[in-house]
């Protein structure tokens, strides 16, 4: 540790409280997004290591006999990006698992924020030596300690939580304190502002002695992680919540600086463009999706806030862009390279394409809602790992540790191979081709970012505003307002029983057959008012029930995966079609599949397409949060 380090005193973060209201209620056996979010703790808190710190095991690894979890030298700053995730999760489901887990995470984060600067460093220590570990033998291992500046903004993002939570004031010093750090360290210039790359252990990382170098880069590919923008994204998003919750106009103002640096045609651009498109204008890019669509949701928000119609126009763009990167109706969206990894999506893409999908729907420049519906209904569900007896076969078909996909670290403090399978059952593979996980594996960032797209689309399913509730997503959702049962896509059937509502306007998803839909209030047929793609009812009073009878639509498409796409040695990627069966939005089939016994599979849907094609159903104990958090 640093001789001139200097921290806050152990803070008392006190034990998360999950206040709402519990109930049983016999509902349809169907996707339910609060169920996969309990889950999504289970993993994370799992994942996270009690006897270090209460730091996470970054990289996960069950490819091999037996199975194992890794320290690495992203777990600082994903310990970070795992702050904000755990209380959205907790909001949705009510679980109270691992609440000791999340206790240890915070208080470490907050403990290694230095008062005096403001910033939250990597801290090294000689029990940890692979703190400056980046996966990148040209980048020195340092015996200092550093802040990465996206963490920065997670754990920004997670203090502006806990103060809606709490409402302690407390809290405001410290995002004060981070806000000025992040102001600080920015190198301005002309009308923009940007953070340069240390050299060093992770991209952009800033020593306590300060900058090594502050060089501008040159194009999105000059640093480890080759893309400069992804680094910039959650600063430029988080940066205008606080200051719509401050009125702090130079948050404002640095988000707007970082922005305009990242919009630079330099970074932008797709290879090939097609003629008399430029891509470079259009955020267009020819990288792996996450890390350019973080930057896009980024900008979003910035505009958003700023009501900035340049910057909405280029995230417009960029969005549709990327849409056509992959397989949209799965949400397996991959790009042209991804240093070997092209060919497959990784899970913090679910995050990014829900967020831009659902707030470019809110902005009223395009309704995205059939996009976020296909995530959340297939790879998004798919690709959280759940059933241990496919797992622990893919751990008995594959090699002994020391030829994993991850190689075994000579000082084996950094490593746990203890009931791994059951402790992590809710974590996202991280890397899946349209079939399934192949030699699963998890990177922890996944497990900060993937469950963040369960709350928003959670939190976007139903909305509510002056009385009128609005369902934007046919699923199983529970709140003050109304209760969501949803058939799908079993059958052709939502109920939605009123609580606390006078108009419910509900979205028919654009498959749904029109003229076969039947409606009623209380079993009495009753025409809803169409209003674009939305069905209004109104004099509605609680305890009404409004019913949607509609044939489920079964339809079969061909689509071509990795198109023309010449592959390597070592990503082994090669043009695929795949055909695809669809119940209404819900993939229920998919040829040709990965028969490789290491592989976790996708799609085992036989059982929502047989016959009675009812839904079964089952009781659970639903929960209603006492208040959401404002995650946008």
């Known amino acids: 540790m640093s001789d001139d380090k200097m921290t806050y005193p152990a803070p008392e973060f006190e034990e998360p409280k999950v206040p709402g209201q519990r109930y049983e209620a016999v509902v349809p056996d169907t996707l339910d997004l609060a169920e996969r979010a309990a889950w999504a703790i289970n993993g994370i808190g799992g994942g996270i290591d009690p006897n270090l710190d209460h730091q996470m095991w970054f990289h996960i690894n069950y490819a091999c006999n037996p199975p194992y979890m890794q320290h690495h030298g992203a777990d600082t700053t994903c310990d970070a990006l795992l702050a904000p995730t755990l209380p959205l999760l907790r909001t949705m489901s009510g679980s109270t698992e691992h609440v000791d887990a999340e206790v240890g995470l915070m208080r470490h984060l907050l403990r290694d924020t230095s008062p005096q600067d403001g910033l939250y460093y990597n801290i090294y220590q000689p029990n940890r030596p692979w703190h400056s570990e980046y996966g990148h033998a040209d980048r020195p291992l340092i015996a200092e ?6 963490a920065q903004a997670h754990l920004l993002e997670a203090m502006l939580f806990w103060r809606e939570l709490s409402g302690d004031p407390a809290w ?6 981070m806000v000025d750090g992040l102001i600080q ?3 301005y210039k002309d009308e923009y502002a940007y953070y340069p790359d240390g050299g060093f252990a992770e991209v952009c990382g800033y020593p306590r002695s300060g900058w090594r170098h502050t ?3 040159q194009d999105d590919y000059d640093n480890a992680e080759g893309s400069v923008t992804s680094y910039y994204g959650d600063i430029i998003r988080v940066l205008p919540l606080w200051y719509l919750e401050s009125g702090d106009e130079r948050a404002l103002d640095l988000a707007g600086r970082l922005a305009r640096f990242c919009m630079q045609p330099r970074f932008w651009g797709g290879n090939p463009e097609p003629v008399m498109v430029a891509g470079n204008e259009l955020g267009h890019f020819n990288f792996h999706a996450h890390n350019r669509l973080l930057i896009l949701a980024g900008m979003l928000e910035y505009a958003h806030v700023a009501n900035d ?3 909405l126009e280029f995230v417009q763009r960029g969005y549709e862009f990327a849409l056509t990167l992959g397989i949209a109706k799965l949400g397996w969206i991959t790009a042209p390279f991804w240093g070997g990894n092209e060919g497959l999506n990784e899970a913090c893409t679910f995050c990014d394409l829900l967020r831009l999908g659902i707030r470019l729907s809110d902005a009223g420049v395009g309704d995205y809602w059939d996009v976020v519906d296909a995530v959340v209904r297939n790879h998004l569900a798919e690709q959280q790992l759940l059933d241990a007896d496919i797992l622990r076969k893919v751990v008995e078909a594959s090699p002994p540790r020391g030829n994993a996909v991850l190689p075994r670290k000579e ?4 490593e746990c191979d203890e009931n791994v399978i059951q402790r992590t059952l809710g974590m996202f593979g991280s890397c899946a081709t349209p079939v399934g996980v192949p030699r699963p594996w998890v990177m922890q960032c996944c497990s900060g970012n993937a469950p963040k797209a369960l709350y928003y689309a959670w939190d976007g399913a139903v909305r509510h505003d002056q009385g009128t509730v609005t369902v934007n997503l046919l699923l199983n959702r529970a709140s003050a307002w109304v209760d969501v049962d949803s058939f799908l896509p079993y059958q052709g059937k939502v109920s939605i029983h009123v609580k606390d509502a006078h108009r419910v306007a509900v979205r028919l998803a654009s498959w749904m057959p029109r003229r076969a839909l039947e409606t009623r209030v209380n079993e009495t047929a009753r025409e809803g008012v169409q209003l674009g793609g939305y069905l209004v009812f109104d004099d509605l009073k609680p305890g009404d029930t409004i019913t949607l009878d509609f044939p489920m639509v079964e339809s079969r498409t ?9 592959g390597s040695s070592r990503s082994k990627v090669r043009e695929t079609k795949y055909t695809c069966a669809f119940r209404g939005s819900t993939m229920v089939d998919i040829s040709p599949r990965d028969n490789d016994p290491t592989t976790y599979p ?5 059982h929502m397409r047989q016959a009675p094609n009812t839904a079964p159903m089952r009781t659970v104990t639903r929960f209603v949060p006492e208040r959401a958090i404002v995650s946008w």
Do not use: C, M, S, W
């Open 215 to 217: 060089a501008e880069p």
């Open 172 to 177: 405001e010093k410290r995002i004060r304190a």
């Open 185 to 187: 360290i920015a190198i």
């Open 558 to 566: 061909t689509y071509t995966a990795n198109a023309h796409r010449p």
């Open 602 to 606: 996708f799609y085992l849907r036989d």
């Open 309 to 311: 119609a340049r910057v």
């Open 411 to 414: 000082n084996e403090q950094g």
């Open 145 to 150: 300690d550093f802040a990465v500046t996206v």
